[in-house]
Structure formats: C-alpha cells, structure tokens
Antibody
Framework: EVQLLESGGDLVQPGGSLRLSCAAS????????MSWVRQAPRKGLEWVSS????????YYADSVKGRFTISRDNSKNTVYLQMNSLRADDTAVYFC?????????WGQGTLVTVSS | DVVMTQSPLSLPVTLGQPASISCRSS???????????LSWFQQRPDQSPRRLIY???NRDSGVPDRFSGSGSGTDFTLKISRVEAEDVGVYYC?????????FGQGTKVEIK
C-alpha cells in the first residue's frame, strides 16, 4: 500500500524558513517523480514543485521560484521542501504527491502558517 | 501558463441524477509522447484530494464506474452517471502536460 506521510508544518514568522519532509513507503521510491501541491484556506489546489525520479530534475511554480527548494533522498525514501523567505500567502496545507504527469497518491497534508 | 477553466463552479444535483463538469484548457494538452495528461480529482470535505481519472478517460483503481472522463485536445468532461451522497465534494481537473502544472478552479458538487 502506497503511503505518504508529511511532517514539518508549523507556525512561522514572515521571512522565516521551514523544511517539510515526506516519507514514502509501499513503492519503489527512486523510480517515481514526486510533487508538492498546496491548498490555502478555503481555496483551490496549487501545484508548487516537482522532482523527477530518474535524474532529479526540478520544477517550480513562479510563486515559489528562488525561495523554495525541492530535493529527495532515495536512500531514505523521502522528499523534502525547503521553504525560505516565507510570506503570508504561503499559508496553506502542503500535500506530498506521487508523480507529476498525473498525481495519483496524496498524503494527508501538513499545515504551514506564516504569521507574526 | 496553461489556464484550466472549469464550469460550472457550483453544481447542485439530485440523488440518482447525472452530473457533468466541463474543463477547458488554454492550450492543447497532447504531449510529445502522444498522451494527453488530463486528470480529475475529487476532494471530499476535510479529506485529501483523490485522483479519479487519468489521461482523460482512465479510471483509477477502486473508482466506481459511474465516473467517466472524456474529451480531447482542449475540451474535457467528467460525468457522474447517477450521483450518490458520497460524491459530495469539490472536483478539480489538472493538466500534467505543460510546466507549470495547473488546476482548474474546482467545481463544488452538492445535493439539492
């Protein structure tokens, strides 16, 4: 059974940093692309970033480019999202998702709140 | 960026009746490999999204056959043949062909 377990969400001040983690199990992690998708309170879904399984190529939404970094450790079956220079509009539930052509498995999400 | 436009944004339906959601993209979603990466997701209240349909018309495992997807190029549709109470939630389309990936605004399905 595919499982994705996010962690690291917290309350952080504007300008601060946070690192989200997503521990994956139930599939051959290294062969799959992984993505982060966020959902602001009472809003729709917004794709944030993806990383390929094969060569580690990374992709970012313009709204986070230069501030967020996606990475993966295939030995730990974990994908990360390093978030710097956080802003109030980064407040959202962040979902870890398998894939990037079609996002077929989703974690339960971790809440990031950016507020002073 | 590819803009995904869903309609309607709110869809009150009667139990047992059909429902249909449209999703239009601002560019063709046919990828260089010949596939069309258009997916549909269901998000029930207080739950994570769940994929229902991938590559326009393929149902994910465990998805009831009352859900079906169709379309091509820039015009896509999700249909529910007979709405059940458990279908209440918000439905999103998403394109996985172009970077950045983009979602539709969401269609809220509720029971009349």
């Amino acid at each position: 059974e595919v499982q994705l377990l996010e962690s690291g969400g917290d309350l952080v001040q504007p300008g601060g940093s946070l690192r989200l983690s997503c521990a994956a199990s139930g599939f051959t992690f290294s062969t799959y692309a992984m993505s982060w998708v966020r959902q602001a309170p009472r809003k729709g879904l917004e794709w944030v970033s993806s990383i390929s399984g094969r060569d580690g190529s990374t992709y970012y939404a313009d709204s986070v480019k230069g501030r967020f970094t996606i990475s993966r450790d295939n030995s730990k079956n974990t994908v990360y999202l390093q978030m710097n220079s956080l802003r109030a509009d980064d407040t959202a539930v962040y979902f870890c998702v398998r894939g990037h052509y079609g996002l077929n498995y989703w974690g339960q999400g971790t809440l990031v709140t950016v507020s002073s | 960026d590819v803009v995904m436009t869903q309609s309607p944004l709110s869809l009150p339906v009667t139990l047992g009746q059909p429902a249909s959601i449209s999703c239009r993209s601002s560019q063709s979603l046919v990828y260089s490999d010949g596939n069309t990466y258009l997916s549909w997701f269901q998000q029930r209240p207080d739950q994570s999204p769940r994929r229902l349909i991938y590559q326009v018309s393929n149902r994910d495992s465990g998805v009831p056959d009352r859900f079906s997807g169709s379309g091509s190029g820039t015009d896509f549709t999700l249909k529910i043949s007979r709405v059940e109470a458990e279908d209440v939630g918000v439905y999103y389309c998403m394109q996985g062909t172009h970077w950045p990936r983009t979602f539709g605004q969401g269609t809220k399905v509720e029971i009349k």
